[in-house]
């Protein structure tokens, strides 16, 4: 009964058959399914986490009078859409809502949902921009850029009365680097890559690394055809991080910093429980 259930369960690996047809004895069997198991249960508890958080941003600061809509990046995001258009299909509400992506993932997700997809040519001015974060520390500074769209990601919040956070409770410290260890990334000009490596770590200690794609020769690509640094910080060092962004952005041949200061006004925290907890500005 094990390979079956384990095959149902979807956990069993390219490697499986082989080892049971050898006799893999059930106390490996056991650990692996319970291994498993637990990877699948923490992914489910994480994305409900991220569903609370987005359903609670959207209900309370997208209303009736609410007319473009910012949407960000990542994995958080995704639930925030979800919610956006059922309140405009199922609920009928927010009819006249314009939606302005902040990625190739943002305009996808928005089409996807049948969503109105604007642009900041013709919607400069957005009422609120709602997006996930890699960590928020306890001054709301944040890190974003895991996912490769600081930049656009930073240009469309810049436009938004209001920025919004929804993250799940693994990015929430008290100061940075406590939760997310890879670093602050930071959108570079390609040709520009050694020099400003160079810099950044004259200037501020640490190691910053050109971030190398896992499924395509050499190093991953922005949205915009730019590349990213991953600057990892030094640990035990006080950093004034509004300093170090403007210090950083001054740079010759960076773009744009994963060092979002004093930009947004409320986060949203999907808890393990259910619950959703709030931090403000």
Not at 158 to 166: D, F, G, H
Request: hydrophobic letters at 45%; proline letters at 4%; glycine letters at 8%.
């Amino acid at each position: 009964m094990l390979k079956p259930l384990l095959l149902y369960r979807g956990f069993l690996t390219p490697q499986l058959p082989h080892l049971i047809s050898f006799g893999i004895n059930s106390a490996q069997a056991s650990t692996l399914f319970r291994r498993n198991y637990c990877k699948m249960d923490d992914k489910i508890a994480l994305d409900a986490a991220k569903s609370a958080a987005a359903q609670a941003a959207v209900d309370q600061w997208v209303t009736e009078d609410t007319k473009v809509v910012g949407v960000g990046s990542g994995s958080t995001i995704v639930f925030a859409v979800e919610r956006l258009a059922e309140r405009v299909w199922k609920e009928g509400a927010l009819a006249d809502m314009i939606c302005v992506p902040s990625s190739y993932q943002a305009r996808k997700l928005i089409l996807d949902h049948n969503l109105t997809l604007g642009d900041l040519d013709r919607n400069p001015k957005i009422d609120v921009y709602i997006d996930g974060a890699d960590e928020v520390d306890s001054h709301m500074v944040l890190i974003k850029g895991g996912g490769g769209c600081l930049m656009q990601e930073k240009i469309v919040a810049s436009c938004a009365k209001t920025v919004i956070i929804i993250a799940d409770y693994t990015k929430k410290s008290l100061r940075l680097g406590e939760q997310w260890c890879k670093g602050i990334p930071i959108e570079i000009a390609p040709m520009a890559h050694v020099p400003v490596k160079l810099k950044i770590e004259a200037l501020f200690g640490g190691e910053a690394s050109l971030r190398i794609a896992l499924k395509k020769a050499g190093p991953i690509v922005t949205d915009n055809g730019n590349f990213l640094l991953d600057w990892k910080f030094l640990a035990k060092r006080e950093y004034n991080w509004d300093e170090v962004n403007r210090a950083i952005s001054m740079i010759p041949g960076v773009l744009e910093t994963g060092l979002f200061v004093d930009m947004a006004s409320k986060c949203y925290f999907g808890m393990a429980d259910g619950s959703v907890k709030t931090q403000n500005k």
